[in-house]
């Protein structure tokens, strides 16, 4: 083995700190007393070197050792997980396992230790769950931005039939001599009002509008939000229908908007619109 090098075995390392040994020291411990005692000028003979080698090592770690298992101990005694004793003093688990299998750990440490362990449990999971929120909102995010970027402007057929569907689903289909619409989404009612206008050829002024709300909603704020958005007066604004509620908190902020339009051919119109549609489904 070339001086300095690193040995690779037990068998090495004996030989290698031996022949360190030879050339350095003048005398080995005993069993006894591990006193450093005088020896005879001249080489040590290997039987030496190797008792004193193994003296070495086995009084160094078992001391070390010692000192370890002590301080182990006392540590598990105060309740701390095998984990916890390791990161302390740097002892494998299998070796703390040995050496504290006979320690006892009272009643209120062990609760206090599965308190502390659902406790961290908990925490682990309600932060790995935020996080996975997060990147699925995150992700969902951009998933819709894209699929948003592929749809292009509405062509005036395009807005007829998503004007017709809507009215289909969400229009009143019994009046004879009127066309109203209720939604309390802002974009459907855009979307209604853009067809209205530009589909069917009615004029802003022709609308009426009611907004059903509840008593403890700002009714002013209301009325000019959805006034900005359909540009119709608030003097065209009937009286509105306002419920009781004791709730604090609306999912509809903004209540529900009611538009109306009397025209007895327009209704005509629309009808014989929607039968021409159900038609091309469902004959008669």
């Known amino acids: 083995m070339k001086a300095g090098q690193a040995p690779r075995s037990i068998g090495l390392m004996v030989e290698w700190l031996h022949s360190g040994l030879q050339n350095r020291a003048r005398g080995f411990e005993s069993h006894s007393d591990l006193q450093i005692k005088t020896a ?18 086995y009084h160094k770690f078992m001391r070390s050792n010692s000192s370890k298992k002590e301080a182990a101990i006392k540590l598990r005694s105060r309740g701390l997980s095998y984990s916890e004793i390791d990161k ?32 961290i449990w908990a925490k682990n999971i309600s932060d790995f769950n935020r996080k996975r929120s997060k990147e699925y909102f995150k992700n969902r995010e951009e ?6 970027k592929k749809v292009a402007k509405l062509s005036d057929r395009e807005l007829w039939w998503l004007g017709m569907g809507l009215y ?5 289909k019994l ?17 209604m009002m853009s067809f209205f206008t530009k589909c069917c050829g009615i004029e802003v002024n022709k609308f009426q509008a009611r907004i059903h709300c509840y008593n403890n909603q700002n ?13 119709i007066k608030p003097d065209k604004f009937w009286k509105p229908q ?6 604090k908190s609306h999912k509809l902020e903004n209540g529900t908007l009611h538009l109306t ?17 159900k038609f091309q489904f469902m004959p008669m």
């Open 242 to 247: 306002i419920v009781e509620s004791k709730n």
């Open 88 to 119: 302390r003093i740097s002892v494998p688990k299998s070796t703390l396992a040995y050496w504290l299998k006979d320690v006892c750990i009272s009643e209120q440490i062990k609760q206090d230790n599965i308190t502390k362990a659902k406790s």
């Open 175 to 191: 009046e004879k001599h009127k066309i109203r619409f209720v939604n309390s989404d802002p974009a459907i009612v855009a979307i």
């Open 219 to 231: 009714y002013d704020n209301i009325l000019k939000f959805w006034s900005r958005l359909t540009k």
């Open 261 to 277: 339009v009397s025209d007895s051919k327009l209704n005509l119109k629309i009808h014989g619109w929607m039968q021409g549609i």
């Open 40 to 57: 005879h000028a001249g080489s040590i003979p290997a039987e030496a070197s190797i008792e004193y080698l193994n003296c070495w090592l």
């Open 168 to 172: 289909l689903g969400e229009g009143e």
């Open 143 to 148: 998933t819709l931005q894209n699929y948003a």
